[in-house]
């Protein structure tokens, strides 16, 4: 469908399939394409932040166990990510980085503890930790609780319904999460993907990455399942399949060129035998002597021309030639049969008369 274009459109209608293609397939995509309109000189450093925040930085919280809770390296790198791959201002930079690691331990592992209340929880770390918005806030929540928390990005939020201004208020991320869990309960409901567990912090991040590609290469789009070219070539491959099928079974030609190709059918071919002999005294092939003979009298193609046929083109004036030809002995021929010819020796005929 034309209108899984449209991010909000997806965000609303879109299947697991769908989602999962965005995830899997289009966010990797998406990221190299804002590191490129970002004008980022290494791209790469992107990819690795994204590696870092979405697989290592999860691991590192849990293993702390029931107190867990970030450090002060941990802050500043996720800040790094959020610059990467979204916004930030230099003042908050620069601010981020003036917290001390015992105020950042204690205040998110307080923050943590809280995530079942979303409100308090955002409310602690933007309240008692330097320059620490909304969004930044539910980025340690998501990395932290993933599937109590989804990150708010700019680009996420600007696709709800009824949403006009941007404010990043507390109020606004959670409108934004009744969102997101809304498309998480739908998802994880969907019949045709019993395994897959979708996470508010998956579900935002598959949605990000479908706004990405449809502002900067909307063709990525085309290969998505239930995308028009999607439906038109698995359509046309079926289609083809089944023509295909029925041509064999209704075609006698292509039924008897399956048959030839198939080496369990095919046999070897049959070799007509001249006067029940394939070969002539010396061993060699009559059908190069007649080739050649043909080649000598105007028959450049090289076809044995039929004696029995009327076509003057055919046997180009060979009919009597070949009415005339000489009819070679038969393999069950005796010795009294075979003229004796000039190039036997005298060994040879002495051995033939004592036979």
Request: net charge negative.
């Amino acid at each position: 469908m034309s209108s899984l274009r449209d991010s909000a459109y997806f965000f609303k209608n879109g299947n697991s399939k769908q989602f999962e293609f965005c995830l899997k397939t289009l966010y990797p995509a998406a990221l190299k394409l804002k590191a490129s309109k970002k004008g980022l000189k290494k791209p790469e450093e992107l990819m690795s932040l994204d590696n870092w925040y979405q697989e290592e930085l999860p691991e590192l919280i849990k293993k702390r166990g029931k107190g867990f809770h970030m450090i002060y390296e941990e802050l500043v790198k996720t800040m790094r990510w959020k610059q990467a791959r979204d916004k930030l201002s230099s003042k908050l930079v620069t601010l981020i980085q003036c917290n001390r690691n015992r105020d950042v331990m204690v205040e998110t592992k307080k923050a943590f503890k809280k995530i079942e209340d979303l409100d308090q929880a955002i409310q602690a770390l933007c309240n008692n930790l330097k320059g620490i918005n909304v969004t930044m806030a539910s980025a340690f929540l998501a990395a932290a609780c993933p599937a109590d928390a989804p990150y708010m990005s700019d680009e996420c939020y600007a696709v709800l319904e009824g949403v006009e201004i941007n404010l990043f208020t507390p109020a606004e991320y959670l409108s934004f999460v009744e969102h997101i869990k809304e498309a998480v309960k739908r998802l994880n409901a969907a019949p045709e993907d019993d395994q897959k567990v979708w996470t508010m912090k998956n579900v935002e991040f598959a949605l990000w990455a479908h706004i990405i590609v449809s502002k900067l290469s909307p063709s990525l789009l085309e290969e998505m399942p239930g995308s028009d070219r999607s439906s038109k070539i698995s359509s046309s491959t079926q289609s083809d399949e089944s023509c295909d099928s029925e041509s064999r079974d209704t075609d006698p030609i292509i039924a008897e060129s399956s048959d030839e190709t198939n080496p369990e059918n095919s046999n070897p071919p049959i070799i007509p035998e001249v006067n029940g002999s394939n070969h002539g005294d010396n061993g060699s092939d009559i059908y190069d002597t007649e080739t050649e003979n043909s080649n000598e009298s105007g028959n450049p193609s090289g076809i044995r021309p039929n004696p029995d046929s009327e076509d003057p083109i055919l046997n180009n004036g060979n009919k009597r030639r070949h009415s005339e030809e000489v009819i070679l002995p038969t393999s069950t021929s005796t010795s009294e049969d075979v003229p004796e010819t000039s190039d036997e020796g005298p060994d040879l005929k002495r051995k033939k008369s004592t036979e």
